[in-house]
């Protein structure tokens, strides 16, 4: 079938890309079921790609990557603005034109013996506008069925775009050309590492990838349209867009709020977007688990739109324990990756929750058995990608194009002491600050770093801010100067991840979190009782509902604890992450700290 076009500056991109890269064809797609089916069929045909057991898991593929294509590659990832500057000190700059002509050298004729896929999609649901357009162009079929669950994809999407609709080109290929005669054998297509390029182009609005055919890396409308990309277009139209999941919660008396949330990666995001909560009468559900785009409605609020369609989560850890969710919504038509296979085709990770049922094969294609093996049979960022509409906890409106309104946003990181289980900002500027402050602590094993040491996250963005990060700070000050208080969302700072000085978990985490969740509810709703601290509103000893938890009083009062000496080490290690982004720390956020200080000091 394939889709159509009126827009003459797509065909010409179109065209003068694939002169570049010489592909045998191109195949615009149409994003329908059949085309998904073809296009699966073509992978395990060519030995891409597994069928898993059409019993236990129908619809579902398995693929193995090359042992270098694994994750996203950062030190790869370049945002090529014009200057440096304004790029900022968080990522990696390269002259825009100089990289065009490295990378251009590499694109030539690189899909030779391959297909040109030309993929229309809208992250957002179609039409909404709140949503973007963007069209990649591709060499992988992995790339193609991913971009199908993902996002919306085809016909659809150029009928919105018309003859002279934007959209964002996100140029990609795996960097693996085929001489003639030449197939993958089943070998996962990609280039070395060091020939490996995420670019941005955030003054044209411009993404192209090589090199890669992994998650972010290869499916451009995640974290390069949906991120880098929007947050620059964020900034210039006074929106946001976020890494950030949505929920909506409804308390016993039928009420509904939404709550936006940013936590560094490995803080349990996609588990806390689908919870189930412990406490009688309350519902959580799903509008997204990664990325938010915010901007406001008519009436000063902020709407949110999940800008994708599906989830593209990491698998190890992911248990009926963990995320029973997470595990309803993969039980059919769900692409893993680097996931280990059973013997009856099924798959298999290190934390689902069970042992493994015999000899495995692993993610390298290796025989595994429980034991023996020491290597994880699983990547640890092993992934699967799956329809967000096959989630029992979605929320019926998750498409609404209007978005949802959002009442509540939380930050928050893995703090095994210093910050309490949950507290509020005092404004939406000391809320800012919050977000700025974000972090988690990382071990002495995982990085060239002393143990115990904060490595700060910013609003959970580091790695997927398209500009100076100092003025990205800025634009979150300036759209609290757009509304009222009394509209926009109030900010909170979660840590399930306190710790005893003997190293045991104070809180229990999962589906508990319902119960700070509920406080953040009430304190959204003006009610919820609190305590002003050096830091900001705490709950009163009695604000947060125990009723049935597993956790003793003292626990209580040591998680709502605040040391004065862990804050005044905490406010140095502030002080030295501030002071990378120079003077482009807004005044603000300057007087925030100044005021903490003094609160701490008095
Ligand atoms: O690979 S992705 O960038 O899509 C996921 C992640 O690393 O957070
Ligand atoms: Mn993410």
């Known amino acids: 079938m394939g889709s159509t076009t009126t827009h003459a500056k797509l065909q010409q991109w179109v065209k003068e890309m694939a002169d570049l890269c010489q ?19 073509t992978l395990i045909d060519s030995g891409l790609a597994i069928k898993l057991n059409e019993k236990t898991r129908p619809g579902c593929v398995l693929f193995k990557s090359d042992a270098s294509d694994v994750a996203r590659v950062e030190n790869r990832t370049y945002i090529a603005a014009k200057t440096q500057d304004a790029a900022g000190p968080t990522n990696n700059w390269m002259d825009p034109a100089i990289l065009k002509e490295e990378m251009k050298a590499l694109y030539k004729g690189c899909m030779k013996g391959r297909t040109m896929y030309v ?22 079929e992995y790339v193609v069925i991913n971009m199908h669950v993902m996002t ?43 020939k490996k390029y995420i670019s941005h182009f955030p003054e044209e609005r411009t993404i192209w990838s090589y090199g890669s055919g992994y998650g972010g890396n290869a499916l451009l409308g995640k974290k390069c349209l949906a991120l880098r990309i929007a947050s620059v277009i964020a900034r210039d139209e006074g929106w946001l867009a ?29 588990n806390l977007a689908m919870l189930i909560p412990t406490i009688p009468g309350w519902k959580v559900e799903t509008i997204g688990d990664d990325i938010a785009w915010m901007k406001f409605g008519a009436d000063g609020r902020l709407y949110a739109i999940n800008p994708e369609a599906g989830f593209f989560g990491v698998a190890p850890g992911t248990s009926m324990d963990s995320n029973p969710n997470a595990m309803h919504s993969i039980e059919k038509n769900t692409i893993f990756t680097n996931v280990a296979l ?19 094969i692993d993610w390298n294609g290796n025989e595994w058995e429980e034991g023996k093996s020491d290597k994880p049979a699983a990547h640890p960022n092993a992934r699967f990608t799956a329809p967000a509409n ?47 402050i974000v972090g988690s602590e990382v071990t002495a094993a995982a990085l060239d770093v002393k143990a115990g040491t904060v490595r700060r996250d910013p609003f959970a963005m580091l790695p997927f801010c398209g500009y100076h990060m100092g003025d990205y700070f800025a634009h979150w000050i300036k759209i609290g100067q757009k509304s009222t208080a009394d509209k926009l969302p109030k900010i909170f700072f979660v840590n399930w991840f306190r710790k ?35 830091i900001g509103y705490l709950p009163t000893e009695d604000a947060i509902d125990t009723a049935g938890l597993n956790v003793s009083a003292e ?20 002080k030295e992450h501030y002071a990378k982004f120079g003077n482009r720390i807004p005044k603000e956020l300057n007087d925030e700290l100044a005021a903490l200080v003094a609160r701490l000091n008095k």
């Open 119 to 140: 993929i229309p999609f809208s992250m957002g649901p179609i039409g909404s506008n709140i949503a973007k357009i963007g069209v990649e162009l591709t060499d992988s």
């Open 555 to 574: 626990d209580m009062k040591e998680l709502l604890k605040i040391n004065k000496a862990e804050w005044l080490t905490e406010i140095e290690t502030i």
């Open 390 to 436: 096959q989630c029992p906890a979605i929320a019926p409106e998750w498409e609404n194009p209007a978005g949802v309104p959002i009442s509540a946003i939380l930050f928050g990181g893995r703090r095994p002491s210093t910050v309490p289980l949950v507290h509020q900002a005092t404004s939406w500027n000391h809320g800012v600050f919050l977000g700025s």
């Open 242 to 270: 976020e890494h950030m999941l949505i929920l909506g919660i409804t308390n016993p008396k039928g009420e509904k709020k939404y709550v936006a949330a940013a936590f560094p990666s490995a803080c349990g995001k996609t």
């Open 152 to 194: 919306r994809v085809g016909q659809k999407v150029l009928d919105v775009l018309g003859a002279n609709g934007e959209y964002v080109p996100c140029m990609h290929s795996v960097g693996k050309p085929l001489a003639a005669g030449e197939k993958d054998n089943g070998k996962w297509p990609c280039a070395p590492i060091e």
């Open 23 to 41: 592909p045998d064809s191109i195949y615009w797609c149409d994003g329908s079921k059949a085309e998904y089916d073809k296009f699966v069929k």
């Open 342 to 360: 059973t013997a009856d085709k099924d798959v298999w990770w290190e934390g689902i929750g069970y042992n493994a049922p015999g000899k495995l």
């Open 500 to 534: 005893t000085k003997e190293g045991k978990w104070l809180w229990p985490g999962y589906g508990e979190n319902s119960r700070v969740l509920k406080w953040v509810f009430e304190r959204a709703s003006g009610e919820g009782k609190a305590q002003e601290s050096a």
